[in-house]
């Protein structure tokens, strides 16, 4: 575990839960006392998700060292060089969760579409929804992990940044397990016809009273397989 990672777990994790509830809107995450728990549920969620529509390992996957990955990933985590200006003692750690979670928060139980399976953040319009603002940025901190270990996905290697990010920051060990696949270009971003479809699938926290909120929550999360 990082010795400096707990100190500032708390901190981290709860400005961006607000990066991540400014799109979501963070009424519900970070006007309570529990916004870490709030925060945390997000990303168990976005992590829940992330297996849903992937596909069975392929055999390039047998050529990836996740130890070793994770040592590099480990790396990024400890670079004090990492600046971000919302709070002292910044790091990559809940960057990463974020990540994972707007790429598995995509996905669709009735068509099986979306989710983190296709890293498709990486394209056009996705990576421009407003959700997903700053996220290029934690795209091109594992762009040097990616060039080093070719054969793991970007799917995978999203989704084992979060694991490594929880756990590093003094969570528990999560579960992973490779085999999500790349999706070329963004014709395969997920799109649907919803209220909110220009901004993208994830949810928004501000559809005008708290009747109406709540109920587009409820829509988003059904969407995604939640009863």
């Not at 009735?110 to 795209?139: H, V, Y």
């Not at 979060?162 to 999560?174: Q, S, Y």
Request: hydrophobic content about 40%.
């Amino acid at each position: 575990m990082l010795p400096r990672m707990t100190s500032v777990f708390r901190r981290g994790l709860a400005v961006q839960g607000r990066k991540l509830a400014s799109s979501i809107n963070s009424q519900f995450a970070t006007r309570r006392h529990g916004s870490l728990a709030a925060m945390s549920a997000s990303a168990a969620v976005g992590l829940g998700l992330t297996w849903q529509v992937s596909k069975p390992a392929v055999s390039c996957e047998a050529t990836v060292n996740w130890d070793e990955v994770r040592k590099e990933i480990v790396k990024i985590l400890e670079d004090d060089s990492f600046v971000d200006s919302s709070y002292e003692g910044a790091h990559a750690g809940p960057l990463f969760l974020r990540l994972a979670w707007h790429s598995a928060g995509t996905f669709c139980a009735c068509t099986k579409t979306g989710g983190s399976d296709g890293a498709t953040m990486r394209f056009e319009p996705e990576i421009s929804w407003g959700a997903n603002a700053g996220l290029a940025k934690a795209q091109k901190l594992l762009e040097p992990v990616k060039k080093k270990f070719p054969s793991a996905s970007y799917s995978d290697l999203w989704i084992f940044a979060a694991c490594v990010a929880i756990e590093e920051m003094g969570g528990n060990k999560v579960p992973f397990t490779p085999g999500r696949t790349d999706k070329p270009d963004g014709r395969s971003c997920p799109v649907w016809e919803g209220a909110t479809h220009k901004d993208g699938r994830l949810p928004s926290a501000d559809m005008g009273s708290p009747d109406k909120t709540a109920a587009h929550l409820r829509y988003i999360f059904n969407r995604m397989g939640f009863d």
